[in-house]
């Protein structure tokens, strides 16, 4: 098994390394567009057949970036102010204030995740550092690294992890391949700019702590934005913030205070006393059994079903126009019928998976059972343990908390795993 491993593993490095090749070259030397979500300010365009003849007998085609009528010069605009002297803030609530929709809010459909109310600061940063708006395909900008979970047991095997790679290893095309919407000159005083503010000598940020706790650290949200809440220490104790303002502009959309605050002691008494009472032993299974009637009832399964039609409709239209195809009807005019019905092939698989992936796990009996034994003896030892151990113990119980400060409410809500244990698993799993 051993050799086979090793062999299999070396076989699957060849091939990456392989392919990473060949994408390298088609993106220095083709300038070609290799897929990925299209930069705030482009839309995508066809740039006609694939090379390879058997691709392009599928239907497949070529894709290359073109400029947003209604974006681009948004992108223009904010090189514009950022190299007046504007900073990322005064930019993200100069547009926020002009009624410009922010990237998420532009795109709503790829972005259900984010509130969109406004621009943030993360947003505009992020379109002054990229290098594609120059008209150059840039590949290679971040990469997935395998590194093991432990060096001294590597049966435990890896995890993937994201880093961005250094600019000057970043794949650049010899010669611009689509628009550009702002010249190399523009580009690069604006990273000389970015760059002369990063190595200020009092824009550097202080170490930060690395000894400090927070029991409820990414469980508790702010109900106002929804984000989750920053742990922070104050008078020698640890907090709970939210500072949506500092990230987002201002909107009349989202009255949201300047600062969010709570003290972790006033919500641990009531948290831990609130699941002693519904983990308690004798109102355990009843509490379970809830859960199992909660998450049968509540998924949607409307657009499911939607979803399941739509790419059984698709699979048949594309069946039959390659039928027409085959039987001698114009290849253009097929080709575009059957790119079309693929289009709403892939929008239809990704709503059918958003909505899989939205729904709650169904508790089965047998996992009742097992978790009316494990989360007896979590409840005992969170009265216990102390502050700083509390951590796994409530996301054991699937905690989320929701704080209203308008209300001074906090509104919990438990989704217990199927596995819930005290120690960690060594795969992060």
Known sequence: ???????????????????????????QIEGRYLGGRPPYGYRIAEAGPHPNPAKAADGKRLHRLEPDPDTAWVVVRIFTEYLRGKGYYAIAESLTCDGIPCPSAHDRARNPHRPGHAWSKG??????????????????KQRKDEVLLDIDDVTLGHRTKLARNAPEQWIWSAQPVHEPLISMATFTRAQAKRQARRTQPHLERKPRP????????????????HRKMQGTFNNGKPHYRCRYTAEYAKTTALDHPLTVY?????????????????FAP?????????????????????AAAAAQRMIAECDRRITQYRTAL???ANPQLVTTWINQAQTEKASAQQDLLATTTARPEILTTEHIQHMVTVLGAITDRLLAA????????????????????????????????????????????
């Open 282 to 302: 004798g109102r355990l299974t009843t509490t379970l059994r809830a859960l199992q009637e909660q998450a049968t009832q509540s998924p949607d399964t409307t």
């Open 262 to 278: 709570v003290r972790e002691e006033l919500l641990l008494p009531a948290l831990d006393k609130w699941i002693a009472t519904t």
């Open 123 to 140: 947003a505009v940063r992020a379109i002054l550092a990229n290098p594609r708006y120059t008209g150059h395909e840039v590949w290679n």
């Open 326 to 328: 085959d039987a001698g």
């Open 386 to 429: 102390s502050p700083e151990r509390k951590r796994p113990l409530y996301e054991g119980f699937g905690l989320k908390l929701t704080l209203d400060m308008q209300k001074r409410v906090v509104t919990i809500e438990s989704q217990p795993s199927e596995a819930c244990t005290y120690q960690e698993c060594p795969r992060g799993t």
């Open 1 to 27: 098994m051993s050799v086979f491993g090793g062999m299999s593993k070396g076989e699957r490095n060849r091939i990456k390394i392989r392919v990473r090749t060949a994408m390298a070259s088609q993106a």
């Open 210 to 225: 690395t000894d400090r706790s927070y029991a409820l650290r990414g469980l508790i949200h702010c109900a106002l934005c």
